[in-house]
């Protein structure tokens, strides 16, 4: 779904968009070290909303635990809970789930088959 194809006349459908976007880019740069309290207009910036719209959502994430407000250096700043964190983890990896899967009838760098050898393959199609 498009930002642009959002259907407004749906709240909660808008609310799910906008929920899943902020907790995948909070989730994100956590995980980058990019910064764990985020400000709203970096989060304006990133998700190319207006300010107005994400504050409302930014409100509801509060209201429901996924995340905690900081007012610090004459900013807000936004921070996943662990909640929120467990929770964007698994929208993150839903997300990118299709691009980190290795082709088939290859191994992944995790493979039991890269350290002890190609007989201890968990994975009988791939070939060596």
Not at 11 to 24: R, V
Not at 49 to 66: A, K, V
Not at 117 to 128: E, N, P
């Amino acid at each position: 779904m498009s930002k642009e194809r959002l259907n407004d006349k749906d709240p909660e459908l808008n609310h799910l968009f906008w929920k899943d976007e902020i907790l995948q880019v909070l989730y994100w740069m956590f995980g980058e070290e990019l910064g764990d309290k985020v400000p709203l207009e970096r989060l304006v910036i990133l998700l190319n909303s207006p300010e107005d719209n994400l504050f409302q959502h930014l409100n509801q994430l509060l209201l429901d635990g996924y995340i905690e407000q900081h007012d610090e250096d004459g900013s807000k700043k936004f921070k996943l809970t662990d909640f929120g964190r467990k929770e964007a983890g698994q929208r993150f990896a839903g997300a990118f789930e299709g691009m980190q899967k290795v082709g088939h009838g290859e191994c992944g760098p995790d493979c039991d088959c890269q350290w002890e050898g190609h007989d201890s393959c968990q994975h009988h199609l791939h070939k060596h």
